[in-house]
């Protein structure tokens, strides 16, 4: 029974080991950007409002056609005519009414289009605030992503520099048993193992404080452990300028939303001489009346309501005196377009601005890592020859200092010149307008 049931549990282990295998699975950054995107309720609700915009669009084209309205109505007498109550209440058909109202405004100076029209605008600045909305959180999880990349190899690097002081120490102390180093060197050695004990210690802080941060992105309990697959090496470098700015200045929310507002803005300002000018209104209306009632007028006379009935009307108004309000408002609206034709040109300086400096910093970061690539490896031979020639007495132990020193500082200018020059394309992405999903495969 027991190897039976041995077997039984084997079968269930080997059946389960794929889904524990694809759950150990380094979590890569796409995946981090669909489960973020996922889990932000600024998305939802940026997707809400865009909703919104387009149902206020189809309220405005509604409002462009005829409307037609149905009513039916029927009167229970209580009382009679002399005013005295009705033991048994009773319909009167004489009470009962049924309507289909239909009415259309045909013309009104073009109001309705200039509502539909700032109602398709809200529409795209709905969208655009959407994009905006997606692409900060974009660049806070690639940053989160990164800076948990970049704790975790910092604090490596640490506790492997921890690890190799107390090595240090160990040596040390056979040395000094043995006669060949003093009393101060084995107390310098001591404590710069508790000083690598420290930075060891801050640099798990700063790990669980970025695993904290790319947890709460990702909705996840801040305390639970994440394996992300690392990079290997620096973006490409960025394209021409020129075509860079060119890609800004298209695909930019802040850019694109200072030209809606501009639309906006002149939008205004027909709006503003429409009031000014004269209005003509134009509509029509008709109403059928489905039981054709009959109105006493007079004793014995009696009139048929008219069936169907309809009319057409024309209204013209002309302003004549308003103190100059009218007049003002069209130089305000003049004013408010000035104001956002401004705003629109500093918004296309201040593309060109992040443009740059993010391609400055990616071509920084690039030259910087792999100066530091190659500089590592000589520090690395450089620290194990010294190491070496320390066990055997032959340099002292401020050589051995230096040499770990300058080991750790090229190790820590590569961490951060590699995760750097990925940050630096996540701004010059963003400074493009092209910070999106699709565009960390």
């Known amino acids: 029974m027991s190897l039976r049931l041995s077997s039984v549990l084997a079968s269930l282990l080997a059946a389960c080991s794929p889904v524990f295998a694809a759950s150990a699975a380094p979590l890569t950054l796409p995946d981090c950007l669909r489960l973020s995107l996922k889990a932000s309720p600024s998305v939802r609700s940026a997707a809400l409002r865009i909703e919104q915009a387009r149902r206020h669009v189809s309220q405005a084209v509604a409002g462009l056609g005829p409307r037609v309205d149905f009513t039916a109505g029927q009167a229970l007498l209580g009382y009679d005519n002399a005013g005295s109550r009705i033991d048994n209440p009773r319909y009167d058909d004489n009470t009962h009414a049924y309507n289909l109202t239909g009415s259309w405004t045909v013309f009104n100076d073009f109001r309705d289009m200039r509502a539909l029209k700032k109602s398709r605008l809200d529409l795209a600045s709905g969208k655009l605030e959407g994009t905006r909305t997606e692409q900060e959180l974009i660049q806070a999880t ?28 160990d040596v040390t102390e056979k040395l000094y048993k043995a006669g060949v180093r003093s009393y101060t060197d084995l107390l310098n050695a001591r404590v710069q193992v508790r000083q690598q004990d420290l930075e060891a210690l801050r640099a798990g802080h700063d790990e669980r404080s970025a695993r904290a941060a790319l947890n709460l992105l990702l909705d996840r309990p801040i305390d639970d452990p994440l394996e992300l697959a690392d990079v290997q090496g620096v973006p490409e470098p960025p394209a021409d300028f020129a075509a860079d700015l060119r890609e800004a200045l298209q695909r930019r929310p802040d850019v694109q939303e200072s030209r809606l507002a501009l639309e906006k803005a002149e939008l205004g300002v027909r709006g503003a001489w429409g009031e000014l000018l004269p209005a003509l209104t134009i509509d029509a209306s008709a109403n059928y009346r489905f039981d054709q009632p009959r109105v006493s007028v007079a004793p014995g006379v009696q009139f048929s309501v008219t069936n169907p009935y309809w009319q057409v009307g024309a209204k013209l108004s002309l302003p004549v005196f308003d103190g100059g309000a009218r007049w003002q408002e069209v130089k305000l609206a003049r004013l408010q377009v000035d104001l956002v034709r401004e705003d629109y040109e500093a918004a296309r300086r201040r593309a060109a601005s992040e443009v740059l400096s993010a391609r400055l910093d990616l071509d920084e970061n690039r030259q910087a890592w792999e100066m530091s690539r190659d500089e590592l490896k000589n520090a690395r031979e450089s620290y194990s020859i010294v190491r070496d020639q320390y066990r055997q007495g032959n340099v002292s132990a401020l050589v051995v200092k230096d040499a770990e020193n300058s080991l750790s500082g090229f190790e820590v200018s590569e961490a951060q010149a590699l995760y750097g020059a990925h940050l630096a394309r996540v701004e010059l992405l963003k400074a493009k307008g092209l910070l999106a999903p699709e565009m960390f495969p």
């Open 142 to 169: 690639v940053q989160a992503y990164f800076g948990e990349l970049r704790a975790q190899r910092l604090s490596g690097v640490r506790r492997r520099f921890s690890e190799s002081r107390r090595e240090y120490l």
